[in-house]
């Protein structure tokens, strides 16, 4: 509900301005229900149907729907190498640039920087060198951007898969060689082994934090972002395939009995259910 309300705030914003016409008809439509199917013999529920904009730079709904998707497909992955290789351990990497005041230039700036990153432990690997980004063997990674006032703050959060421990001044010296203007790193080790989701979320998260950016900053994001590859990986777990389709993977009906449940968007009191329906079996 409060992801959908952000989400009218942006559709009211955009009313008025004849250039986001579609992006406006496409918010006002978005969400307003959402069909569940409730496999209540095994206690799992499904998002069904539900019309959406996906516009996930401008709608927080999409958004949190879209990185679900990347999340779940993620962690498979995760599981099935960390299977395969036990002593793998994963470990969250942050880079960060410079703030600056286009967000455009900031943007190629850090896209570039770890273009440069990932070649040099590529061209290690290939001359049998050692550089401490060397050490990763498996990333995936997303861009994500704030504005608090000053300037445009470019970071990415980034998975990474190793054997050997990353050190943070080394790593902080390379990357500053790399950007020019940054030295600002931060290597934190997974602590959830048993629940590995919890810290994937902090990956898939939204590339722009709603809640912390004006609608006029918000808007300004998605004309620049819009189009831009802003998730990226790259070894072990290069090659994820994500659905496309922003529902969830269904449970076969012939198989197990469900409920649905209609769920519909009003102003005053955010999502309620509506109608609830057994399907017999």
């Not at 499904?46 to 730079?57: D, I, N, S, V």
């Not at 709608?59 to 960390?82: D, G, M, N, Q, T």
């Not at 395939?241 to 009191?269: G, H, R, T």
Request: hydrophobic letters at 35%; glycine letters at 6%.
């Amino acid at each position: 509900s409060n992801a959908k309300r952000r989400s009218r705030e942006m559709q009211a914003f955009l009313q008025d301005q004849p250039l986001f016409l579609d992006e406006y008809r496409k918010l006002r439509d978005c969400g307003n229900f959402l069909l569940f199917h409730h496999y209540y013999t095994i206690g799992k529920v499904r998002l069904h149907h539900a019309c959406l904009c996906r516009k996930h730079l401008l709608c927080p709904l999409c958004a949190i729907l879209r990185a679900s998707k990347f999340l779940r497909r993620y962690v498979e992955r995760f599981k099935f190498v960390k299977s395969e290789n036990e002593a793998l351990r994963a470990s969250m990497v942050t880079l960060t640039v410079k703030n600056g005041k286009r967000l455009g230039e900031r943007f190629e700036h850090l896209r570039n920087c770890y273009r440069k990153l990932e070649q040099s432990r590529r061209d290690a690997a290939r001359r049998g060198d050692q550089v401490e980004w060397g050490k990763v063997l498996g990333l995936v990674g997303t861009y994500e951007f704030t504005n608090k006032g000053k300037g445009w703050h470019a970071h990415m959060h980034i998975l990474v898969l190793h054997t050997e421990k990353i050190w943070t001044g080394s790593l902080s010296k390379q990357w500053k060689k790399i950007t020019g203007d940054s030295m600002m790193v931060d290597v934190t080790p997974f602590y959830n082994k048993d629940a590995p989701e919890i810290d994937f979320l902090e990956v898939f998260k939204y590339a722009l934090k709603f809640s912390e950016m004006s609608l006029e900053d918000n808007l300004k994001a998605y004309e620049v972002l819009s189009g831009k590859r802003l998730v990226f990986s790259a070894g072990l777990l290069r090659g994820v395939k994500v659905p496309e389709s922003l529902m969830d993977e269904p449970i076969d009906p012939a198989e197990l009995p469900y409920i649905e449940l209609l769920y519909n968007y009003n102003e005053k009191n955010g999502y309620q259910l509506k109608e609830k329906f057994k399907v017999p079996f």
